[in-house]
């Protein structure tokens, strides 16, 4: 029910439409079903010849008058209420149907509005269809008809008006589906979003993990090495200063420095000994080669 309240409520603020004149016409129009059709037939008169049709004259009204949707679509209710309280078999003249939706409207107008045209004005609004006289005879023969009671609720409203409002009520049901499947759908996309996102910050969280423990692992392997190569080079100076030691014992002890490149042959090569042991060595040799030239001498 609650849909009929939400389209009752956007028919109100809706403007008239032919729709609505059209839905008013035969609702009067069923108000007196013999009205159209007086017995016994009479000919017809001045006023029957010029008489507009019922739509005619509901448009010119509207038209005139620039009536309020609201105010303009209450009068269904006071036509059906008269459609009940009239005998099923009523009729009469062929403007009788014009004057109990006049009256009707004229009603709805002043109750409904803080102010409203004048009965004077609503003679003028008929184009002489009816006098003032005749006006103020059908206002208070209608609420007489009413007891007075002129109130119009809205369940008043959606009741008579429903022709009118099912469509408005079936466009928001389909409304309400189609923004539910949307929501639906948005949550579903800012779902994979959050998952997406979150196995981004997982790899992200991840690879540096892996770089630095690579990164370790090749800092520990070159200090390995470096350590390695250290020791390396330890043993091979500890090897070349024992080498140069034992050269030079040998070459002290020996008497016959006729050969001094005779102890060549113990030391493999120039680039096993170590600083002082090459000093030394280049010393050995000088001192020889003085001697070997004294004794040349």
Same mark, same amino acid.
């Given at each position: 029910?609650?849909?009929?309240?939400?389209?009752?409520?956007?028919?109100?603020?809706?403007?008239?439409?032919?729709?609505?004149?059209?839905?008013?016409?035969?609702?009067?129009?069923?108000?007196?079903?013999?009205?159209?059709?007086?017995?016994?037939?009479?000919?017809?008169?001045?006023?029957?010849?010029? &008489?507009?049709?019922?739509?005619?004259?509901?448009?010119?009204?509207?038209?005139?008058?620039?009536?309020?949707?609201?105010?303009?679509?209450?009068?269904?209710?006071?036509?059906?209420?008269?459609?009940?309280? &009239?005998?099923?078999?009523?009729?009469?003249?062929?403007?009788?149907i014009h004057r109990i939706f006049l009256a009707c409207l004229i009603l709805s107008a002043k109750f409904h509005n803080d102010s409203s045209p004048l009965?004077?004005?609503?003679?003028?609004? %008929?184009?002489?269809?009816?006098?003032?006289?005749?006006?103020?005879?059908?206002?208070? *023969?209608?609420?007489?008809?009413?007891?007075?009671?002129?109130?119009? %609720?809205?369940?008043?409203?959606?009741?008579?008006?429903?022709?009118?409002?099912?469509?408005?009520?079936?466009?928001?049901?389909?409304?309400?589906?189609?923004?539910?499947? &949307?929501?639906? *759908?948005?949550?579903? *996309?800012?779902?994979?979003?959050?998952?997406?996102?979150?196995?981004?910050?997982?790899?992200?969280?991840?690879?540096?993990?892996?770089?630095?423990?690579?990164?370790?692992?090749?800092?520990?392997?070159?200090?390995?090495?470096d350590h390695q190569r250290n020791a390396s080079v330890s043993s091979d100076l500890s090897a070349a200063t024992l080498v140069s030691e034992?050269?030079?014992?040998?070459?002290?002890?020996?008497?016959?420095?006729?050969?001094?490149?005779?102890?060549?042959?113990?030391?493999?090569?120039?680039?096993?000994?170590?600083?002082?042991?090459?000093?030394?060595?280049?010393?050995?040799?000088?001192?020889?080669?003085?001697?070997? *030239?004294?004794?040349?001498?």
């Amino acid at each position: 029910m609650s849909g009929y309240y939400k389209a009752l409520n956007i028919l109100m603020k809706s403007p008239v439409t032919d729709d609505m004149i059209r839905f008013l016409t035969n609702t009067t129009l069923k108000v007196l079903p013999q009205s159209n059709y007086p017995s016994p037939p009479g000919s017809p008169g001045k006023s029957g010849s010029r &008489l507009p049709s019922l739509m005619s004259f509901i448009s010119r009204l509207v038209r005139h008058t620039n009536v309020y949707t609201p105010t303009l679509l209450a009068t269904a209710c006071y036509l059906n209420k008269l459609k009940c309280i &009239l005998p099923k078999d009523a009729s009469g003249l062929p403007s009788t149907i014009h004057r109990i939706f006049l009256a009707c409207l004229i009603l709805s107008a002043k109750f409904h509005n803080d102010s409203s045209p004048l009965n004077k004005h609503w003679a003028k609004y %008929t184009d002489g269809l009816f006098s003032v006289e005749d006006v103020n005879l059908m206002e208070r *023969q209608l609420v007489q008809l009413l007891n007075w009671d002129l109130r119009v %609720t809205n369940d008043d409203l959606i009741l008579d008006l429903r022709y009118l409002l099912e469509p408005i009520v079936e466009d928001l049901e389909r409304t309400s589906a189609q923004r539910k499947k &949307l929501q639906k *759908q948005i949550q579903l *996309q800012k779902l994979r979003h959050q998952q997406h996102k979150q196995q981004v910050q997982l790899q992200l969280q991840t690879k540096p993990r892996v770089a630095c423990a690579g990164a370790g692992d090749r800092f520990a392997s070159v200090k390995t090495f470096d350590h390695q190569r250290n020791a390396s080079v330890s043993s091979d100076l500890s090897a070349a200063t024992l080498v140069s030691e034992a050269s030079e014992l040998d070459i002290w002890n020996k008497a016959d420095f006729g050969k001094p490149l005779s102890r060549l042959s113990s030391v493999s090569t120039m680039d096993s000994l170590d600083r002082y042991g090459a000093h030394l060595w280049n010393c050995e040799q000088d001192t020889l080669l003085q001697q070997q *030239q004294q004794q040349a001498l």
